[in-house]
């Protein structure tokens, strides 16, 4: 191997050789964001989930307020016809 062929290769390689850059001075760009119509429905969507509860307490104390009143009867039938019917 010959050593004075490094230079050649870096010659064709233009190793040596630097390009300067000029330097812009626009630094008036800024970032932008833009949210679809869809993300929006979403955020919307999101917080009015967020916004309701999770258990119907007015409900859920009519019922309490009938069981402990012995008013409350529910339809062994009934309740059983509803399980079998609902899919997992």
């Not at 000029?22 to 630094?27: C, E, G, L, R, S």
Request: glycine share 2%; no cysteine; aromatic share 4%.
């Amino acid at each position: 191997m010959r050593i004075d062929a490094i230079n050649r290769v870096s010659q064709l390689y233009q190793a040596n050789s630097t390009k300067k850059v000029a330097k812009t001075n626009n630094t008036e760009k800024f970032d932008s964001v833009q949210i679809s119509q869809m993300g929006k429905d979403y955020q919307v969507a999101k917080a009015a989930v967020a916004a309701t509860p999770d258990v119907r307490t007015d409900l859920v104390a009519d019922i309490k307020t009938r069981m402990q009143n012995g008013t409350y009867d529910v339809s062994m039938e009934m309740l059983a016809d509803k399980l079998l019917a609902k899919e997992i």
